[in-house]
C-alpha cells in the first residue's frame, strides 16, 4: 500500500501553489474540478498513464480524448482550489481517515472497472484483498422483523463463508446487515453518502465504530459532506460496483434499493432478491425485481451457487501435477477431506459420512476448497478433484 | 350437445353383443382396452375420423398408424368387457352422470388438444363454452392461513373477472380455490383422481355438492374407483390440460402440484407461483418454480397480464367499420367508457378521471373490453382501440 496522505517538500523554481504538485491533491482535485464527472475522470484514466498528468497536458492532447466535455478542459486548466484541498489532506490525517486514489493498490480493483469510479475514495478502517470477495446486502429503511432476520442469517453466513458484506449503514436492513457480519466475526464494508467523517444516521455511530475497527466506512464524497438526498443513489453505484451481486432484502415499489439494483445489472453484477408474503409493501419491489430476471434467494446457498462461477479459481500448470497437493496451512481437516477426491467424485452425503465431520463444517469446506479451485462441484452435489 | 347416454335398439344381424354396437360404449371401451393408454388413443383420434372405427378396422390399417403400440391391436381385438361397459352407462344414467366422449362439443377443447386426452370424461354438473377461460389454481394440503388466504383472494377475482377456477377439490388450497370461486358467483370445475360418483375427500361433501351444481365435477376414472395415489399425479394432467395457466399458490419441495406444474409446462400452459417468506416450507416449492422460470404472481392482475394475449380476441372485418360499436348489452357504463377512446389513447388514470367510476369497475372494463376485442392494451397501462 502507498497511500499518499504526507506533502512532499517543494521543488525548486516551482510556480503553482505547493499543494498542487502533490500527487494526492491531484487526484482530490480530479474529483472536484467543475465538469468533471466520473464517467470523464475513466476517460482521463483510460488516456493517461499517470491521471494527474491532465493538469498541465496541453489543451490540444485533451480534446483528443473521444466524447471528454469540452468544459472539462477549462476547468483542469482554471482550477484553483488548492488551498481547501490542502487543508482537508490535514484534516484526514489528524481523523485517521486514509485517501486512496484511483491507482492505489487498495483501491478495489472491481470498483474500478466501473464506468464512473471516483478518483478517490475516503477510507475509515481499512480495506483488504479478501474485500473483493464482496457480496451487497441491502434493502428498506423501514424494515419488517421478517427482513431483519433474514438480512441477518443472510449476512451471519456470507461472513461465515469468507465474504466481506457491503452495505450502506442505513436504518433497517442495512444496519442488520453490517451488524450480522460482525457479529459472525467477518469483514463489512459501509459505504456512506455523506462525508466519512461522521455517522450518519446518529443512531449507527457503535455501528460506525465497530465497522471501522473490523472493516471500513468508505465515501467519494468530501470530509464534512452532510447526508444530502441527492448524494445517496450516487453513493448506491459505489456499493453495487465493490460487489459480485445485490442482494436486496426488503424493498417498496419506490425504493431506493432497486437503484442498486439497476445499477448493478447496468455494471454487469447479479441482482439477487428476497421474496415475501404476496401483498407484503415491503416485499413489492423484490418481487418486481424477481419478475424481471433477480434471483430468488432463500438461504446463503442460493447467492453462493451463482456467484461461485465468478471467483477466479488459480489455474494449474497442466504438467506440473496431474493432482495438486493443498497447502500445507489449510490444515488437517481440509486434508483429510481432500485426500477423499483423490480417487473418485463424491457427493457431498458421502464426504460426511466418510470424514466423520460435520455437514455444515464439510459444506465451508467444500465451498473453500472449490473457491481455491482444488474441487469442482458437479450435478446433483456431486464434488470432483478439479483438473 | 349430443351427449349419448341411451342405448340405441339393436340393429338387425347383428353379430357383437348389442353393448359393443353403441357409439358410447365404444368410447368407453376405449379407455378400458388394455395396453391402450391415453397417448396411443391419441393416434387413434388422429388417424381415424370416428375412432370407435379402431374396433372394426383390418390389423393391416392398425399396423400402418405410426408409433402405435403394438399391443394395442391385440387388445381391440380382443376386447370383452362390454357388459361392464353397460352396467356402467346404466348407473351414471341413474346418478345424472353424463359420459362425454373426445370428439363430443363439450368435450373441453384445450383438453382435447394435449398430447394424452381421455377417451371420455365423468361429468357430474355441467361443463360450459365459457369454462374455456379457466385457470387452475392448486397448492398443498396442508396449507397455511396464508396460502388459503391468497388462493381465496385470487379465485374470488378470477371468478368475478369471469374465469373459470379449476382445481382438483383437495383439502388445502384446493378447497379454498373452488369456495372462493363458488362464493363470488363464479364457475369452477373440480377434477378428481377417484370416480365422479364420489365426494373425495369426504369431508368435502357440500363442497363437491356445490361444485356439481354451479359448474362440474369432472374425472376420466371409471365410476367407483378409489382415491388411489397413483391416480392423482395422472389426474393433475388434466386440471393443466383443461387450463390457460396453473397458479401454485404454496408447495413444499416434494408436492403433487410441481407435477402438475411441469405438466403444465409441457402442455405449453403459462405456470405462476405465489411467493412466501423465505424459509416457509411450504413455499418451497413455489420458490423453486420461480427459479424455473414461473411467473411471480402477488394479485389477480399478474395472472390476466400474462393470459390475455392467448384469449382469442374475434377479428374484426376490416372494411366494415374502423370504429366498431359496442354490442347494446354490455350497458351504458361500458358505452361511456368505450366512448372516450374514440379520439385517442388513453392512460388507465385518464379512463377513470373522465369517466368518474371507481378504478376497481374500471379496470374490469377495461378488461372486458379488452378480452373481447374492442380495445387494446399498450405499453405503460395505456389502451386503445383494437384496430
Known amino acids: 500500500m502507498h497511500v499518499i496522505d504526507v506533502m512532499p517538500p517543494l521543488r525548486e523554481g516551482e510556480i503553482l501553489p505547493p499543494i498542487a504538485e502533490t500527487e494526492l491533491a491531484r487526484w482530490i482535485a ?29 489543451a490540444e492532447a485533451l480534446a483528443k480524448i473521444q466524447g471528454l466535455d469540452p468544459n472539462v478542459i477549462d476547468g483542469l486548466r482554471h482550477f484553483s482550489a488548492w488551498a481547501e484541498i490542502e487543508a482537508e489532506v490535514r484534516r484526514a490525517a489528524k481523523a485517521g481517515i ?5 491507482t492505489d493498490p487498495i483501491y478495489p480493483a472491481r470498483l474500478r472497472s466501473i464506468a464512473d469510479p471516483p478518483p478517490v475514495l475516503y477510507v475509515k478502517g481499512e480495506i483488504r484483498n479478501q474485500d ?12 419488517s422483523d421478517y427482513g431483519r432476520r433474514v438480512a441477518r442469517d443472510l449476512c451471519w453466513g456470507l461472513a461465515s463463508l469468507g465474504f466481506t458484506v457491503v452495505s450502506g449503514m442505513a436504518r433497517g436492513i442495512d444496519g442488520a446487515a453490517h451488524e450480522a457480519a460482525l457479529n459472525a466475526g467477518g469483514r463489512t464494508l459501509a459505504v456512506l453518502g455523506s462525508g466519512v467523517d461522521r455517522a450518519y444516521p446518529p443512531e449507527h455511530d457503535k455501528l460506525y465504530q465497530r465497522i471501522s475497527e473490523s472493516g471500513a466506512v468508505i465515501s467519494e464524497f468530501p470530509l464534512g459532506t452532510g447526508p444530502v438526498p441527492f448524494n445517496f443513489p450516487v453513493r448506491n453505484r459505489l456499493i453495487s460496483g465493490l460487489s459480485l451481486g445485490v442482494v436486496v432484502v426488503e424493498a417498496t415499489e419506490k ?29 413489492r419491489g423484490t418481487h418486481q425485481l424477481i419478475r424481471q430476471g433477480a434471483r430468488l434467494v432463500e438461504t446463503v446457498n442460493d447467492i453462493v451457487e451463482e456467484i461461485a462461477p465468478q471467483l477466479c479459481a488459480p489455474k494449474q500448470n497442466a504438467e506440473s501435477a496431474p493432482r495438486r497437493a493443498l497447502p500445507e496451512h489449510l490444515g488437517d481437516e481440509f486434508q483429510k477431506v481432500f485426500a477423499l477426491f483423490q480417487e473418485q467424485s463424491l457427493q457431498i452425503d458421502e464426504v460426511i459420512e466418510r470424514s466423520g465431520c ?11 476448497l472449490e473457491l481455491l479451485g482444488y474441487i469442482k462441484q458437479l450435478p446433483g452435489k456431486k464434488y470432483r478433484v478439479e483438473d
Do not use: H, M, W
Not at 98 to 102: A, D, M, S, Y
Not at 274 to 280: M, N, R
Open 30 to 58: 480530479l474529483s472536484r474540478v467543475p465538469g468533471l464527472g466520473c464517467v470523464n475522470f475513466k476517460k482521463l484514466a483510460e488516456y493517461f498513464d499517470d491521471t494527474t498528468e491532465a493538469f498541465s497536458a496541453p
Open 98 to 102: 486514509k485517501i486512496v486514489p484511483f
Open 132 to 143: 473483493e470477495r464482496a457480496v451487497a446486502v441491502v434493502g428498506s429503511r423501514s424494515a
Open 255 to 283: 425504493s431506493g434499493s432497486l437503484i442498486t439494483a439497476s445499477l448493478a445489472l447496468e455494471q454487469g453484477r447479479e441482482v439477487f432478491a428476497v421474496p415475501g408474503e404476496a401483498g407484503a409493501s415491503r416485499s
Open 358 to 368: 460435520s455437514p455444515s463444517r464439510i459444506s465451508e469446506i467444500l465451498l473453500e
